[in-house]
């Protein structure tokens, strides 16, 4: 038998079931047809954001950042690296707090950047601070 995972597509949102064997490969949307596995982070909104946190079965990832927030800027380049190195083990995803502070009040978030980790609606882990590609890469996979 084998292994079936909920996916939320990072284009359409609409939710996808796929086997996780497909995952390294070509596993394409039902909905829009564009690849599921991008390896890059999701921009979220508020209808997007509830989706992914609460439906995916892949760990999900989010920054929650902020466009005025300097040390946010500086590490946005090592988080799409470290999307790009763990693409078939978590979905990055970033949440502007600045544009979409509803989503991300639940959470509590005291300082930005935040990184939470998230898998069906369940929090994994969180991490305040920003931080090189290799050590998002590390933390990720402690909490996974
Ligand atoms: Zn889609």
């Not at 079936?4 to 086997?19: D, E, G, Q, S």
């Not at 800027?73 to 990055?92: C, I, N, S, V």
Request: with cysteine.
């Amino acid at each position: 038998m084998t292994e079936k995972l909920h996916i939320v597509c990072p284009h359409c949102h609409t939710t996808n079931r796929i086997a996780a064997a497909q995952l390294g490969g070509e596993a394409h949307c039902g909905s829009c047809h564009q690849p599921l596995v991008t390896g890059r982070p999701v921009p979220l909104d508020d209808a997007s954001f509830v989706r992914h946190v609460g439906r995916s079965q892949l760990p999900v990832v989010v920054d929650f950042w902020a466009p005025w927030c300097g040390p946010c800027r500086m590490m946005a380049p090592a988080f799409e690296q470290a999307a790009g190195t763990l693409k078939t083990q978590a979905q990055f995803a970033k949440l502007d707090t600045q544009a979409h502070p509803q989503a991300a009040a639940p959470f509590h978030i005291r300082s930005i950047p935040t990184m939470v980790v998230f898998r069906e609606g369940r929090e994994l882990g969180r991490i305040s601070g920003a931080l090189p590609a290799s050590e998002i890469v590390r933390w990720v996979q402690s909490v996974i």
